[in-house]
Every structure is written in C-alpha cells, then in structure tokens.
C-alpha cells in the first residue's frame, strides 16, 4: 500500500487517457491450449446490439457513466464522473428487476487512510443495503486499529474479520487480525489475533461450512504461508501455520476438501491444499512467471477459477487467465485454457452465479469490465468507464440481489448487475472528498 497519495489523486482524471498510439485490443493467448481461436476485434453480432430501434442504448445508466460495448477490447479515454458528497445515484428500480421480497444486509467498506494521506487509517464503516434495493450511509465508523486492509463477513453473517496491515512498514508490527461479532444488529469488537507480528497477512478467505478461516501471509522475505483460524466450541482460536512461499490469493472449491492457491517457490506458481488435512498436495507451474492476484473466483460446479494478474513485473502482467479444473481420485487439476492480454491492471474478478460471465474491476484505467465465458474460452462483452480507481468488489449470491456487484472506487460506492449481457449501474453513492473517505476493501453479509 502506497501511503503517499497525494500524486495519484491529482492525476486520477488523467489515468483513463490513452494515447492512440498506445491502443491495444486484447488477444487470446492460445500458445497453451494447441488451438486456434479468432480474436476478438469484430463488429456488433445482430444478436447483441444493445441498441434499441432508435440507435438508442436499451439499458439503464448512470448519466455520467461511459459503456462500451465494442467487441475490441481497448483502452478508451474516461469522462470524469461528477457526484455530489453524499449523494446516491439511483438508476434502477425495483420494477427494473422484479425484486418481490428480501431482506436488508450490511455492507461494510475500509478506510486505510488517514486525513493527510500519508498516514494509516483506523476505522472501518458499515452501510445498509436495503430490502427495496437502496444504498443507506450510516455515518457509522468503528475505530479497529491501523491500516485496516481487508474485511470479510462469515457465512453465516454473524462474525466479521478485519486484516490490519500496516504493509508499507511491516516492521511497524501492527499487523493483526481483528474479529467482530454480530450483537442485536450490531458488530462489536470480540477478540484480536496477534500471531501476525512482523508479517503480512495480505487476503482472506473462508471454507463452505464458515468454521475455518485462512488468511494468506505474504512474507516480504519469502517465507510467508498460510494460517487458520478455526471455530470450535463456539469460540474462534488461531490454530497454525502451513509453510508456503509468496502466497498470493487463494479461493477454496465448491466440494470444501480443496483450495487452489496463486503462489509457490519457482518455478511452481499454483498449488493445490487439502484444507482438511490442512497441508500442500501438489505444485504446478502454471504461468512460468510471476502472479500478483488479488481476486480469485471458481465457478459453483468448480470447472473455473479465474485468475486476474496485474504485476507490473511480470512478463504476463495485465492479463485474465482461465483455469480449468478437471480431477485425478478427487483432486483437483488445473489447467490453463484461456488468457486474454491487455487488460489493465485487473483487481478483483467474480463469476455471476451462472457461472456465464465474469466481471473484472481494472484499477489505474477506472473502469469495470464483463467478459463472458463459452466454449473454455474469455470473450469481452462490455465495460462500465468513469469509476475512479475501481478495485474490491463483492457480491450477492443468492435471493432476490443475486449477482449484484459492489465495487469500491475512490470515493465512491456502485452497485452493479447484468443487463442484456451488458454491465449497468444501478446504484453510485458518494462519501465525499478527503483522504478519510477513501475506500479499500468491500464486504456484503450473505
């Protein structure tokens, strides 16, 4: 995390500008797969033109937003998005999406920064995503400790886990693991982990019966691994540690037997874990270079995990990359079917729940994309511009808000969803200026 800011948010309106010389469509790398596939670059298919009879756009928009939907996937030029502090941008309706009945679900965002920029921030802050589809600002903050980075609800909804991690300084020794619990509506600090001292807990994730909880530690010096926290007798205690060399991310399987980790000692950069026997059962290398993945998704019939990579300083940076996932006595196998190039800096990727698309935030050019998956293969559909340096993102998966989008970007909150294989916006809301406003990480109970 760079603390030093200052630089980035007065170029934030520059960052989308692409000069022509630089534009780029993206290619399907098929050197793995032995096949041919057409690019993408071709023009409207009659069957996906989203224009109406009119030549107007069949969808709703925000009326700042920029949707491209041309099948070449290039970098374009983003209008600057205006908003005012704290307001909410409504450009969708219940009627727009049948929503019959539901529930209202908390939704909770870091702040890791402080009011001069250069500084951690302390505080994490809890929103109220409602049963009629609108997004309520709860002017509620709760001071967790410095630099929070990551959060995450349970399963069940009744606990939430914080990441503390002050990275730009690990020998601060601040990194920590902070729980609350649900309490009449309400989360409340419960108990704090302090086995992360001197390390860098960096991505979390929960296994299908939410009583194991892993958080991958990527240790600057090259150690790092993967630690558990498991709920037993009702009470949540750090368990161990399993040795693991720069992990990045991890996502467990549908089946709850298995995770695939992005990481390893070179040239392995996937592993396989067993995280019921809690221990490595297999090292590929995969990509035969550097993966720096900070959202991993597998489909719910675990065919596909998709793998976004943004390192700078990897050869295959800037990249989407398609796992597919077949199985020998159990395990799970991977294999790269499908990468597609020049997509910049993607953050967070999600599968919608039919496991048909996948959405891609794309940090440093402020927009988000749809890619949909058919024949093992990624295809660009369509992106939404304009959403200043869109990076976490969460999501719905079940009821009547299923496969609804929450992006964190900037200073602002959107909701998205799946219209007519386009990406649409259906709610923004605005925090404010300040550095104190800035989000990071993003969260939605289940």
Request: aromatic fraction near 10%; include cysteine.
């Given at each position: 995390?760079?603390?030093?800011?200052?630089?980035?948010?007065?170029?934030?309106?520059?960052?989308?500008?692409?000069?022509?010389?630089?534009?780029?469509?993206?290619?399907?790398?098929?050197?793995?797969?032995?096949?041919?596939?057409?690019?993408?670059?071709?023009?409207?298919?009659?069957?996906?033109?989203?224009?109406?009879?009119?030549?107007?756009?069949?969808?709703?928009?925000?009326?700042?937003?920029?949707?491209?939907?041309?099948?070449?996937?290039?970098?374009?030029?983003?209008?600057?998005?205006?908003?005012?502090?704290?307001?909410?941008?409504?450009?969708?309706?219940?009627?727009?999406?049948?929503?019959?009945?539901?529930?209202?679900?908390?939704?909770?965002?870091?702040?890791?920064?402080?009011?001069?920029?250069?500084?951690?921030?302390?505080?994490?802050?809890?929103?109220?995503?409602?049963?009629?589809?609108?997004?309520?600002?709860?002017?509620?903050?709760?001071?967790?400790?410095?630099?929070?980075?990551?959060?995450?609800?349970?399963?069940?909804?009744?606990?939430?886990?914080?990441?503390?991690?002050?990275?730009?300084?690990?020998?601060?020794?601040?990194?920590?693991?902070?729980?609350?619990?649900?309490?009449?509506?309400?989360?409340?600090?419960?108990?704090?982990?302090?086995?992360?001292?001197?390390?860098?807990?960096?991505?979390?994730?929960?296994?299908?019966?939410?009583?194991?909880?892993?958080?991958?530690?990527?240790?600057?010096?090259?150690?790092?691994g993967i630690h558990i926290i498991q709920r037993e007798q009702g009470d949540w205690n750090y368990k161990r540690e399993i040795p693991f060399t720069l992990p990045r991310a991890m996502v467990v399987m549908p089946d709850n037997r298995y995770a695939l980790i992005i990481g390893g000692e070179e040239p392995d950069d996937v592993a396989i874990m067993d995280i019921i026997d809690e221990r490595i059962v297999k090292e590929y290398d995969i990509f035969s270079d550097f993966v720096d993945s900070l959202g991993?998704?597998?489909?719910?019939?675990?065919?596909?995990?998709?793998?976004?990579?943004?390192?700078?300083?990897?050869?295959?940076?800037?990249?989407?990359?398609?796992?597919?996932?077949?199985?020998?006595?159990?395990?799970?196998?991977?294999?790269?079917?499908?990468?597609?190039?020049?997509?910049?800096?993607?953050?967070?990727?999600?599968?919608?729940?039919?496991?048909?698309?996948?959405?891609?935030?794309?940090?440093?050019?402020?927009?988000?994309?749809?890619?949909?998956?058919?024949?093992?293969?990624?295809?660009?559909?369509?992106?939404?511009?304009?959403?200043?340096?869109?990076?976490?993102?969460?999501?719905?998966?079940?009821?009547?808000?299923?496969?609804?989008?929450?992006?964190?970007?900037?200073?602002?909150?959107?909701?998205?969803?799946?219209?007519?294989?386009?990406?649409?916006?259906?709610?923004?809301?605005?925090?404010?200026?300040?550095?104190?406003?800035?989000?990071?990480?993003?969260?939605?109970?289940?």
């Amino acid at each position: 995390m760079d603390l030093n800011l200052d630089a980035l948010i007065s170029d934030v309106s520059l960052i989308g500008e692409t000069d022509e010389s630089e534009i780029s469509d993206i290619c399907n790398d098929t050197n793995e797969m032995g096949e041919n596939v057409e690019s993408p670059d071709f023009e409207y298919m009659d069957d996906t033109n989203p224009l109406d009879d009119n030549g107007k756009l069949d969808v709703i928009v925000d009326e700042y937003a920029d949707i491209s939907t041309d099948r070449g996937y290039e970098d374009m030029q983003s209008s600057d998005m205006g908003s005012d502090a704290d307001s909410v941008v409504d450009t969708g309706t219940m009627d727009d999406t049948g929503i019959v009945e539901n529930y209202d679900r908390m939704l909770v965002v870091t702040h890791p920064y402080g009011q001069d920029g250069s500084s951690c921030g302390r505080d994490i802050e809890f929103f109220r995503f409602t049963a009629m589809g609108d997004m309520v600002r709860l002017n509620r903050r709760i001071e967790v400790g410095d630099c929070p980075i990551k959060v995450r609800f349970s399963p069940d909804g009744n606990y939430l886990f914080v990441i503390l991690n002050n990275d730009h300084n690990p020998q601060a020794g601040t990194q920590s693991v902070v729980l609350l619990k649900k309490s009449n509506s309400e989360y409340v600090r419960f108990k704090q982990f302090d086995e992360f001292s001197m390390q860098n807990p960096e991505y979390l994730v929960f296994d299908k019966s939410g009583n194991k909880f892993f958080i991958v530690d990527y240790d600057i010096k090259g150690r790092g691994g993967i630690h558990i926290i498991q709920r037993e007798q009702g009470d949540w205690n750090y368990k161990r540690e399993i040795p693991f060399t720069l992990p990045r991310a991890m996502v467990v399987m549908p089946d709850n037997r298995y995770a695939l980790i992005i990481g390893g000692e070179e040239p392995d950069d996937v592993a396989i874990m067993d995280i019921i026997d809690e221990r490595i059962v297999k090292e590929y290398d995969i990509f035969s270079d550097f993966v720096d993945s900070l959202g991993l998704d597998v489909t719910p019939d675990g065919r596909y995990v998709v793998v976004p990579n943004s390192s700078p300083f990897s050869n295959i940076g800037n990249t989407l990359s398609l796992l597919e996932i077949t199985y020998e006595n159990g395990v799970p196998v991977p294999t790269l079917v499908n990468t597609v190039e020049n997509v910049n800096e993607p953050s967070a990727s999600l599968f919608s729940a039919d496991a048909r698309f996948v959405v891609v935030t794309n940090f440093s050019k402020n927009y988000t994309s749809l890619f949909e998956i058919n024949n093992s293969s990624l295809t660009f559909r369509s992106r939404i511009t304009s959403m200043s340096l869109a990076d976490s993102m969460t999501m719905i998966r079940r009821g009547d808000f299923k496969d609804f989008f929450f992006i964190s970007a900037l200073n602002d909150i959107f909701v998205l969803r799946i219209e007519n294989e386009n990406l649409v916006i259906f709610k923004k809301l605005g925090l404010g200026d300040g550095y104190e406003n800035m989000l990071g990480d993003i969260d939605i109970e289940p």
